[in-house]
């Protein structure tokens, strides 16, 4: 086995690069970062192309070997792409059947929301919060909801994963 592979997914300014960073820093996993933020910090826009390539990084770096503590996956890539485009593209589909994790935590937004440049959703997120828990059950991905303060997530998060990495 290549490791455990944790990933944290869920609407913009839900908690996903926080809860992540803590995972890895509480129980010594790798933290992978976000790719987009670094690809797009160089561009002022981006189009559909630009989603592709964000996608085959970000899943290329995903795949590492060891303990992951993934900022974002292939779900956050169908769902953008879906939002921004009303469409999926194929290639990001075809990652998403192929990315194999152990674990997704779906971050809620229930915490305030904190401006970005690059975030683009700041009055949508319970409706992109809905949208990704149906996506994970139709893809029948293991996942538990991250709700609350910073606190109650790392609770659910120990507890959670002394269970699945017990079993």
Not at 35 to 42: D, G, K, N, V
Not at 103 to 119: A, H, N
Not at 127 to 134: C, G, I, Q, T, W
Request: a negative charge.
């Amino acid at each position: 086995m290549n490791g455990v592979k944790i990933a944290f997914t869920g609407p913009e300014s839900s908690g996903k690069t926080t809860m992540s960073k803590w995972l890895s820093e509480h129980l010594s996993f790798d933290f992978v970062e976000e790719y987009a933020r670094e690809y797009l910090s160089q561009k002022t826009d981006y189009n559909r192309e630009d989603l592709n390539k964000i996608a085959i990084e970000q899943f290329r770096r995903n795949q590492a070997s060891g303990n992951l503590a993934i900022d974002t996956e292939m779900l956050v890539m169908k769902l953008w792409h879906e939002e921004k485009y009303n469409y999926c593209s194929d290639l990001i589909l075809e990652l998403l059947e192929r990315q194999k994790l152990d674990f997704y935590f779906l971050c809620k937004p229930d915490i305030p929301w904190e401006v970005d440049p690059l975030r683009e959703n700041p009055l949508d997120r319970d409706r992109l919060f809905v949208k990704y828990e149906e996506t994970l059950i139709e893809q029948g991905f293991d996942y538990v909801v991250l709700k609350g303060t910073f606190i109650e997530r790392q609770e659910k998060i120990i507890e959670t994963l002394q269970i699945k990495l017990l079993r």
